[in-house]
């Protein structure tokens, strides 16, 4: 008699798990988990440079909730005087010049001279769904594994200047968990990068040979801001064009006026990806610092950023202020609803929601 077949797919019975699992663990656990620490708990540990503590202090400061402003503000205010010992670089360049990579790259150079490096970087937000990807720690898979790097992306929201709205409370934190450097990735707007240069002592712009900007880079704006221009991806095939384009950038700078600090910017070839040229730009980095303490530019360059940051400060507190006002948020939404009947003007609606 022949043997009935079976199918080799078959559902067996499973193994029944015992119960190991505390359960009075797993409620001091969830409890642990919901109790928020104090501002005074978070700037201890910043101090003592725990990686944790500085990130949900990053969260609370960079949070547009109302509740927690008083404790943003005890714990900028409590940071502050363990603050203003690094260099504050801002990197900026057109989206795939290579940020990323080289910021990678020159983090990690950073590091094996044992400097302790903090990389904030901000992602665009979209203008439709409010939402960023915040992908930078991915890209940066050799520097997230450095124990002295530390990398915060954060999204630009509706902030100008391709910065984030409280990139520079975070310059300060990062300070004072003890990082030496400060790397500012920006999202690359173009022209609008005052924001960045009004907050870092070094501004690094990179740029692309080939790519049809020269004649654009050539312009007032950025450019004058610039303190180094490094040409990327000067390697393989593009090497001839990054030469070319290194020459016609050294003359146009050479047409702008002297700056205050004293300092002739420089136009550099490197390649992110090859790890060429990278310590050079650090030597340069470290020239500029010198000179511009030695001649007090320096310092004087942070009271100014310092005047800028007040002003801001004022704005951003004015414009929360206005928009959580419950009497602000109904009158706002029958202004809204006129102007979709053409009832009335935006000038006219602007002035009566500000006479309130």
Same mark, same amino acid.
């Given at each position: 008699?022949?043997?009935?077949?079976?199918?080799?797919?078959?559902?067996k019975?499973?193994?029944?798990?015992?119960?190991?699992?505390?359960?009075?663990?797993?409620?001091?656990?969830?409890s642990?988990?919901q109790?928020q620490?104090?501002?005074e708990?978070?700037?201890?540990?910043?101090?003592?440079?725990?990686m944790?503590?500085?990130?949900?202090?990053?969260?609370?400061?960079e949070?547009?909730?109302?509740?927690?402003?008083?404790?943003?503000?005890?714990?900028?205010?409590?940071?502050?005087?363990?603050?203003?010992k690094?260099?504050?670089?801002?990197?900026?360049?057109?989206?795939?010049?290579?940020?990323?990579?080289?910021?990678?790259?020159?983090?990690?150079?950073?590091?094996?001279?044992?400097k302790?490096v903090a990389v904030?970087?901000?992602d665009?937000?979209?203008?439709?769904?409010?939402?960023?990807?915040?992908?930078?720690?991915?890209?940066?898979e050799a520097?997230?594994?450095?124990?002295n790097?530390?990398i915060?992306?954060?999204?630009?929201?509706?902030?100008?200047?391709?910065?984030?709205r409280?990139?520079?409370?975070?310059?300060?934190?990062?300070?004072?968990?003890?990082?030496?450097?400060?790397?500012?990735?920006?999202?690359?707007?173009?022209?609008?990068?005052?924001?960045?240069?009004s907050m870092?002592d070094?501004f690094?712009?990179?740029?692309?040979?080939?790519?049809?900007?020269e004649?654009q880079g050539?312009?007032?704006?950025?450019?004058?801001m610039?303190?180094?221009?490094?040409i990327? =991806?000067?390697?393989?095939? *593009?090497? !001839?064009?990054? #030469? /070319? %384009?290194?020459? +016609?950038?050294?003359?146009?700078?050479?047409?702008?006026?002297?700056?205050?600090?004293?300092w002739?910017p420089?136009?550099?070839l490197?390649?992110?990806?090859?790890?060429e040229?990278?310590?050079?730009?650090?030597?340069?980095?470290?020239?500029?610092?010198?000179?511009?303490?030695?001649n007090?530019?320096?310092?004087k360059?942070?009271?100014?950023q310092?005047?800028?940051?007040?002003?801001?400060?004022?704005?951003?507190?004015? =414009?929360?202020?206005?928009? *959580?006002? !419950?009497?602000? #948020? /109904? %009158?706002?939404? +029958?202004?809204?609803?006129?102007?979709?009947?053409?009832?009335?003007?935006?000038?006219?609606a602007?002035?009566?929601?500000?006479?309130?």
């Amino acid at each position: 008699m022949a043997k009935e077949k079976t199918s080799a797919l078959e559902e067996k019975d499973g193994v029944i798990q015992p119960p190991t699992i505390n359960t009075s663990y797993i409620e001091k656990m969830r409890s642990r988990r919901q109790k928020q620490p104090s501002a005074e708990d978070l700037i201890a540990g910043i101090l003592k440079g725990d990686m944790t503590a500085l990130s949900r202090a990053i969260t609370i400061i960079e949070s547009k909730n109302p509740l927690h402003f008083d404790k943003a503000h005890t714990i900028i205010t409590g940071c502050l005087p363990h603050a203003n010992k690094s260099v504050r670089i801002g990197i900026t360049g057109v989206p795939g010049v290579g940020k990323s990579t080289f910021i990678e790259a020159f983090g990690t150079h950073l590091t094996s001279l044992r400097k302790k490096v903090a990389v904030l970087a901000v992602d665009p937000s979209s203008s439709l769904t409010k939402g960023s990807i915040l992908g930078d720690k991915t890209r940066m898979e050799a520097l997230v594994k450095e124990k002295n790097a530390f990398i915060r992306p954060s999204a630009s929201g509706d902030s100008l200047g391709g910065v984030a709205r409280k990139t520079r409370e975070s310059i300060i934190l990062c300070e004072a968990a003890g990082f030496d450097s400060i790397i500012i990735e920006t999202v690359g707007v173009g022209q609008s990068e005052t924001a960045v240069h009004s907050m870092v002592d070094f501004f690094l712009l990179l740029k692309l040979a080939g790519a049809g900007d020269e004649l654009q880079g050539i312009k007032r704006g950025i450019i004058e801001m610039a303190d180094l221009i490094a040409i990327n =991806k000067a390697d393989g095939d *593009n090497l !001839k064009s990054a #030469k /070319i %384009a290194k020459v +016609e950038f050294n003359r146009a700078l050479h047409l702008y006026p002297k700056k205050t600090s004293e300092w002739q910017p420089k136009v550099m070839l490197c390649s992110a990806l090859n790890n060429e040229g990278i310590e050079a730009i650090w030597e340069q980095i470290q020239t500029y610092v010198g000179i511009t303490s030695k001649n007090t530019y320096f310092d004087k360059k942070r009271q100014e950023q310092n005047k800028f940051w007040l002003i801001q400060t004022i704005e951003d507190h004015l =414009k929360s202020h206005f928009f *959580n006002n !419950k009497e602000i #948020k /109904i %009158a706002l939404e +029958e202004q809204l609803k006129l102007i979709e009947e053409n009832k009335t003007t935006p000038f006219a609606a602007a002035d009566y929601l500000l006479g309130l």
